[in-house]
């Protein structure tokens, strides 16, 4: 195994799947912008090819251990911090297993696919020493940054109403119908797996809680037809539209689309003192490019009109995860500099997404808050809980 050197901080990355092919094996390959003395030291995955070739492409030693085997990781590894990012239904019982060792976990979003584990995470991480952050890497993302610091500054006033409107071009709304995803018992079903992106930005934007929400979703896109031939057994929709009510009084319209032309999202903010618009094009129609940049309109109550160039920034996710790293793990991520999101926002997503679920299958609005939860102990009897705390 590795012996653990005397400075800086070690971590362990579970999940050698996309996310971690494109983010973190390249952060730690290539060492851009983490301190000296950090450093990879194991990583954890299900299939052992995958494991073997990632040891065998590594420039240091490198300890392998099989996903049955992350306890064990974490007593001979001894990681400051584990990087979980494998499928989402993975998350909950490795992120427990590191919190009751004292050790800190990044989590790729979404954090869990439940309220119930996300309520399990939380009461784990008020017992440990160790912390959770979430991997909503959207708020790094040029644009959702300088929205966030136009409604804080009020320069629409307080927020009264919005308008959220997401489409996934056709190929990659189609992929969550062929992979795991599918199954709701997976994923938590679109309004997680996905919609947790958008609705951590709301929650963020307005800086306030949901409180309860009504829905309707469907699938009419993706089926079992020619020609997605989607597997008999997804159970997961592809069309979600939800009225979110929040703490301060603001109502947000809220739909995710899964197949389109395009792919973006369409934002309208409406104030007390003003609105805001943009439109954010991650792919456009066909083989069209993208726009060079995003342009924010702000409009005040009396006509003026002000428009604020973003420009359209590369990398992966429009620039957002290389700087959600920087911020995570390297010298930028100092006290006072970008928080990631926390387990607390990351158990807001999930809660709101599954609200939504909930309220979809019974045609009944649904609260955000007293979600029925698991008591999280050895009897698992199933309760009201009047303290989730986020």
């Keep these: 195994m590795n012996v653990r050197g005397p400075e800086g901080r070690s971590y362990v990355l579970s999940g050698l799947g996309r996310r971690a092919e494109t983010t973190y094996l390249p952060m730690f390959a290539t060492r851009d912008g983490l301190p000296a003395g950090d450093g990879l030291v194991a990583v954890v995955d299900a299939d052992p090819e995958r494991l073997k070739a990632v040891g065998d492409g590594w420039s240091t030693p490198l300890d392998l251990y099989a996903a049955q085997d992350f306890d064990r990781m974490l007593t001979e590894a001894r990681p400051d911090e584990v990087i979980i990012a494998g499928p989402d239904h993975t998350h909950v019982d490795q992120i427990l297993a590191a919190l009751g060792r004292d050790v800190s976990v990044f989590v790729e979003k979404p954090m869990v696919v439940s309220a119930a584990d996300a309520l399990r995470v939380l009461r784990g991480e008020q017992r440990s020493s160790g912390s959770v952050r979430v991997g909503h890497n959207l708020r790094y993302l040029n644009l959702a940054r300088q929205i966030k610091e136009c409604l804080a500054r009020g320069d629409i006033g307080t927020v009264r109403a919005a308008r959220f409107d997401y489409h996934l071009k056709e190929g990659h709304g189609a992929s969550y119908f062929r992979r795991w995803h599918r199954l ?146 390297g010298a930028s991520g100092a006290p006072g500099t970008h928080r990631c999101a926390t387990g607390r926002d990351g158990a807001a997503a ?41």
């Design 184 to 329: 709701r018992r997976l994923s938590g079903g679109l309004e997680v797996t996905k919609a947790c992106h958008h609705l951590d930005l709301l929650n963020w934007w307005l800086d306030e809680p949901a409180l309860r929400v009504q829905a309707q979703s469907s699938r009419g896109f993706y089926t079992s037809a020619e020609p997605y031939s989607v597997p008999l057994d997804a159970d997961i929709d592809d069309t979600v539209h939800a009225l979110i009510q929040y703490a301060g009084g603001a109502l947000v319209s809220y739909t995710l689309t899964g197949c389109a032309p395009w792919e973006g999202f369409e934002l309208a903010v409406h104030g007390d003192g003003g609105a805001l618009r943009v439109s954010y094009c991650v792919a456009a129609p066909g083989t069209r490019t993208p726009p060079s940049f995003h342009r924010l309109t702000i409009t005040s109550l009396h006509g003026a009109v002000r428009h604020v160039d973003v420009p359209r920034e590369s990398g992966r996710h429009g620039g957002a995860d290389a700087r959600m790293t920087a911020a995570a793990f």
């Design 350 to 390: 999930v809660l709101l997404g599954e609200a939504i679920t909930r309220s979809a299958r019974t045609g009944r609005s649904a609260d955000v808050t007293l979600l029925p939860v698991l008591d999280g102990d050895a009897r698992g009897k199933e309760r009201s809980d009047d303290d989730i705390p986020v």
